[in-house]
């Protein structure tokens, strides 16, 4: 008699790995490829110009960034990546040890660091999987709380949360954060002619 295991189907994660050498590329794509738990599907950005185009028109999961592709500023690039992928998770790599970078990155939007010297096999195979779960889980909380918003009820914990995310953030950041709150009259009225996508809009 023979016992077979199933073996766990393997996620499918996208990511876009922005470094000027395609020895870096196939480098990072080999270390993650052994990775049974996910099946990565990598795409090389070597320069500025194809990366616009790429992170607005295609969808990718996790941004793998060689910190020496930028456009002059590694601040105003982070800031950039933030806005144009709609927050994707961004695990930023260079040549210094952690004690050095890794504060800087982080409060500029960074998700995580990774030095190139120390970098192994499974330390960025977990990164990659730990960044790639907390967005699915971030996409999940921020689907929920856009039907309990249309449905008129909002989540009160999960709001208080992503308050006190952004006020930690920016106080890493030693920026200010500013909330607008917006109370429209009879907006349920609104629903009930456009729709909740028409009147979101």
Known sequence: MTLAVKQPNPSHVRL???TPEYSDFLWLGALLSRDREMEPDLTWCPD???CDDLI???HFDVILWDC???GGSE???LQYLSVSSNEKPVLALSAEPASERAGDLLANGASDYLSRQSLEEWGLRRAVRCLWYRQQLSESAHGQLGREVASGF???DLFFDRLQQALLRAERAG???ALLHINLDD???FNESFGYQKSDQ
């Open 16 to 18: 876009l790995v922005l």
């Open 48 to 50: 500025l110009i194809d």
């Open 56 to 58: 607005r028109n295609t």
């Open 68 to 70: 020496v592709f930028h």
């Open 75 to 77: 601040d105003a690039f």
């Open 154 to 156: 909002i989540n009160r």
């Open 175 to 177: 920026q200010r954060l």
């Open 187 to 189: 907006f349920r009225s």
